[in-house]
C-alpha cells in the first residue's frame, strides 16, 4: 500500500482508477478501487453520485435505489437523483413503484423531457397507451421540452 502524505492526491489517484474501470465496464472493480477515496471524501456529493452510477452498472439494485433515494431527498433539485432511483427500483420492484417516484420528480423539474419520457414508456409498458400518447405529445409539443442537464461528477 502507498502511504500519501497529500490526501486530495490520494483522492483524485483513486478516482481515476476508478474511473477507467468504469469505462471499461468493470463496475464491480471500480467500486473497489472507490474505497480506497480517503475517508473525508467518501460521502462528498459527486463520490455518492458516482458510487450510485457504479452501482446501477454492476445492476446492484438495491444499494443503488437506497443511495439514488437519499440522494434524491438531500438534493431534491437534481433531477438525476430521481431518474437513477426511479431507474433501479423499476428493476427491483415494479413500473408502478418507479412511476411513483418519477410523477413526483416530474412535478418537481417540470422542464426535464428525460422524466417525462420514461413516464411516457412506463405508461406504455403497462398498455397504458393513450397515456403514453399524451404524455409524449404534451412534453414535445412544449417550447420547454429539454432533456435534464446531466450531472456531472466534477473530481
Known sequence: MVMYDDPRRHLRESFAAARELSETGKFTEALQALEEIPAPYQSTPDILEFRCHLYLGAKQW????????????????????????????????????????????????????????????????????????????????????????PSKTRI
Open 62 to 149: 438495491d444499494l443503488a435505489a437506497a443511495l439514488a433515494q437519499r440522494m434524491a431527498e438531500t438534493q431534491p433539485d437534481e433531477p438525476g437523483h430521481w431518474i437513477s432511483w426511479a431507474f433501479a427500483v423499476r428493476r427491483l420492484h415494479s413500473i408502478e413503484a418507479a412511476e411513483k417516484i418519477l410523477l413526483e420528480a416530474g412535478s418537481r423539474h417540470p422542464e426535464c423531457t428525460t422524466i417525462h419520457f420514461n413516464l411516457a414508456c412506463y405508461a406504455a409498458q403497462t398498455n397504458r397507451l393513450d397515456l403514453a400518447a399524451v404524455r409524449l405529445q404534451e412534453r414535445f409539443a412544449s417550447s420547454r421540452a429539454w432533456p435534464c442537464r
